[in-house]
């Protein structure tokens, strides 16, 4: 009974250790894409080429993680190179004086559906807001090459005006609700 007893203790453990620690994003892997209406009639999409982030948990879920990331917001990408260079003008994302786009979770807490609500400041063109963003969780495994990996996605909107993008403040040609997506693979350090 004892060696029983301690098996389930040394499994529990191991489950544990499994997934507690810090994990980074692989961006071969992840996908930060976003969505606006153009016009009223249809949707311009885009996506960041580049950026990071990580998360540290303190088990084998994301219960009271602690997440962050950065997007690189000179790597934008509409597939128009005349469009991309239009949005990090001073105009849109003015990226000579705010390079980047941040977030730092405040809170991890799970919903009644198993999913996860994630709080924290969203910091664009030099605004910083609270956002509350729902999240998935994929789960976690083991690559070809040993390394546990996890996935988790997310889909949020937010308002541009609000972070100081004010190009076309009515919304006619240009939506002020952007839709953003993401899908993060994230590899245990």
């Known amino acids: 009974m004892k060696k029983v007893f301690l098996s389930f203790v040394f499994t529990l453990l191991n489950i544990v250790a499994f997934a507690q620690g810090t994990w980074q994003v692989d ?9 606006i209406k153009h016009m009223g009639i249809s ?8 950026f990071d982030g990580k998360a540290a948990t303190g088990g084998a ?6 997440v962050s990331f950065s997007i690189s917001v000179p790597s934008i990408n509409t597939g128009v190179d005349m469009r991309d260079r239009h949005l990090i003008s ?6 000579a004086q705010y390079p980047t786009i941040e977030f730092k979770s405040s809170s991890v807490t799970k919903d009644k559906n198993n999913n996860y609500i994630v709080k924290g ?3 664009m063109k030099g605004v910083e807001k609270e956002i509350t963003a ?8 083991k690559n070809k090459d ?25 919304g006619a040609g240009i939506a002020k609700d ?3 997506t993401a899908y993060f693979e994230l590899t245990k350090q």
């Not at 001073?90 to 990226?95: A, L, Q, S």
């Not at 729902?134 to 495994?141: A, E, K, Q, S």
């Not at 990996?149 to 004010?166: E, S």
């Open 178 to 180: 952007v839709e953003v």
């Open 43 to 50: 949707f311009v999409q885009g996506r960041f080429d580049k």
């Open 27 to 35: 961006q071969m892997h992840s996908s930060v894409n976003f969505n």
């Open 146 to 170: 040993g390394k546990e990996i996890m996935g988790i996605q997310t889909k949020f909107t937010v308002n541009r005006l609000d972070y100081g993008i004010k190009y076309d403040p009515s």
């Open 61 to 66: 879920n994301l219960d009271n993680a602690d």
């Open 121 to 123: 400041k969203l910091t």
């Open 134 to 141: 729902p999240v998935t969780f994929g789960g976690i495994t």
């Open 90 to 95: 001073e105009e849109f994302f003015d990226v």
